[in-house]
C-alpha cells in the first residue's frame, strides 16, 4: 500500500512556539485580529509571552504539517485560551472545535477547572464554536475590560 492512498494524519501537540515551521500560524494571527478590530481593543499575545512559564501552545498538524493553534495561559484560579487560529485554506472543516476540545484535554490533565476566554463582536464564527461548545457569557477577568467590541466567556470543566 502506497502513502498516497493513506487519508490525512491529525494530531494535537504542545510545541514550541519559536519553532519557525509555526511562523504561519503565531504571525498572521496579528493581522487577522487587527482587520477583525481596527480600533486595536484586542492585543495579541506575544511570541515572547508564548514561552514563558505557564503557557502552553498546541498545535494541529495534518501530516506533521501545523495548520491551527491555540494557546492555554495559566491565570491562577483558571486557565485563559487565547491566540486560537486556523490557516484560512482548513477552515470549515472542523478543526477549531478539535483543537478546543484538545486545548481543554489539556487544561485537564494539568489540573484546570475553569477556562475563560475573550472574543471580539467581529468573530462571529469563533463565539458561536465557543457557545457550542458549552461557553457563556460572564464579566471581564484578568487583564480584561468592559469593551462593546468583546466577549468574555467561560466553561466549567468536568
Known amino acids: 500500500m502506497s502513502d ?5 494524519r491529525l494530531e ?17 494571527t496579528d493581522g487577522y485580529l487587527a482587520e477583525l478590530h481596527p480600533t486595536g481593543n484586542i492585543e495579541p499575545v506575544s511570541l515572547a509571552a508564548l514561552q514563558r512559564p505557564g ?9 506533521g504539517e501545523p495548520v491551527a ?14 491566540r486560537m487560529y486556523v490557516l484560512p485554506a482548513c477552515r470549515g472543516l472542523g478543526l ?8 481543554e484535554h489539556h487544561i485537564r490533565r494539568l489540573g484546570g477547572r475553569l477556562v475563560r476566554l475573550e472574543a471580539g463582536t467581529a468573530q462571529a464564527e469563533a463565539l458561536e464554536l465557543y457557545e457550542r461548545a458549552g461557553y457563556r457569557r460572564c464579566p471581564p477577568f484578568g487583564e480584561h475590560h468592559a469593551n462593546p467590541r468583546s466577549v468574555c466567556m467561560e466553561k466549567a470543566l468536568a
Do not use: W
Not at 4 to 8: G, H, I, K, R, T
Not at 12 to 28: A, K, Q, T, W
Not at 55 to 63: E, F, H, I, P, Q
Not at 96 to 103: D, F, P, S, V
Open 55 to 63: 503557557v502552553s501552545l498546541l498545535t494541529a498538524r495534518v501530516d
Open 12 to 28: 494535537f501537540r504542545v510545541d514550541d512556539p519559536s519553532l519557525p515551521e509555526l511562523r504561519p500560524l503565531i504571525e498572521p
Open 96 to 103: 477549531g472545535k478539535q483543537l478546543l476540545e484538545a486545548i
Open 4 to 8: 498516497e492512498s493513506l487519508p490525512p
Open 69 to 82: 493553534c491555540g494557546a492555554c495561559i495559566d491565570g491562577g484560579d483558571y486557565m485563559e485560551v487565547k
